[in-house]
């Protein structure tokens, strides 16, 4: 998982790199990876190993993810990388409530406790931000909303279907879903066209499709067998740690970050390290 997280965490700093639209971008990304995962498998076993409803329910969930991805790359644009990294944090705030909404178990006093622990972590980080940012926090929010659903309802409809076959159903519905909304975004956009991307822009990408994508999506998905959905992605929120450490690195946004920067990866840190000493502690019954 932590794998997955770090893999994850380079998406900020390739979307930043990348000069196009954020649906762009997803459309792009959800694209190349379903061509690698067809050299990767055999795309006619996933339509005979898995029921029309399970197929249906995997395309749905598809679709959330799309929105997750436009969401967090708007983001970027309207703000920076490292603002829609710390906006992915409160992904455990949501996941605390929508878990035991969609298991149908009772919240667990202990979960609420650490993702709120989340809220002051991130206030630290953003306190400084410009007012011309704070539309870029929204969007990221909305993006981390979309980002724990999906990741419970994977959770919740997760089969022994493979990661691959599970990766392909999902992203190939997020990419028919942008193909059909990218019509409607160019007529309310007029001064958004859909441009070809540059060789740098293709360098990019494929390595957004091919290990941030392919690889770490399929990994994340693995670890869905052993752990829950709250621990999943309480462990998405070590994303913003190293996201923003090689913003800091690779994109020169080492001046926006001030001492409150690191008193709030502190927060998040403990917050995420301590998870399971408390679920060992308070756990009620079996994931």
Known sequence: ????????????????????????????????????????????????????????????IGVLVGS???????????ANASV????????????????PLLFRRAVRWYEVVLG???????????????????????????????ASLFATLNKKVITNARPFAITFLELGSAWLFLTLLFPFYLQTNENVAFV????????????LALLCTTLAYSLS???????????????LNLEPVYGILLAWVLLNENEELSDNFYYGVLLIL??????????????????
């Open 196 to 207: 070809p991307p540059s060789l740098a822009d293709w360098f990019y990408l494929l390595a």
């Open 68 to 78: 997750h991805w436009v969401c967090f790359y708007g983001s970027i644009k309207l």
């Open 270 to 287: 403990l917050t995420v390290f301590s998870y399971p000493l408390l679920r060992k502690w308070f756990m009620v019954g079996k994931e």
């Open 84 to 99: 829609a990294l710390i906006c992915m944090a409160t992904t455990a705030l949501f996941t605390s409530f929508l878990e």
């Open 221 to 235: 998905l693995r670890a869905l067998h052993h752990i829950s959905a709250f621990a999943s992605n309480l462990s």
């Open 116 to 146: 709120l622990m989340i809220i002051p972590g991130m206030y630290l980080i953003v306190d400084s931000l410009e007012s011309g940012m704070l539309l870029g926090v929204w969007v990221g929010l909305l993006s981390a909303f979309l």
């Open 1 to 60: 998982m932590h794998l997955a997280v770090l893999l994850f965490g380079f998406t900020a700093i390739l979307g930043a790199l990348i000069q196009l639209p954020a649906i762009s971008i997803v459309w792009w990304r959800v694209l190349l990876t379903c061509i690698s995962i067809v050299f990767l498998m055999q795309v006619r076993s996933i339509f005979t190993r898995l029921s029309y409803q399970q197929i249906l329910q995997f395309m749905g």
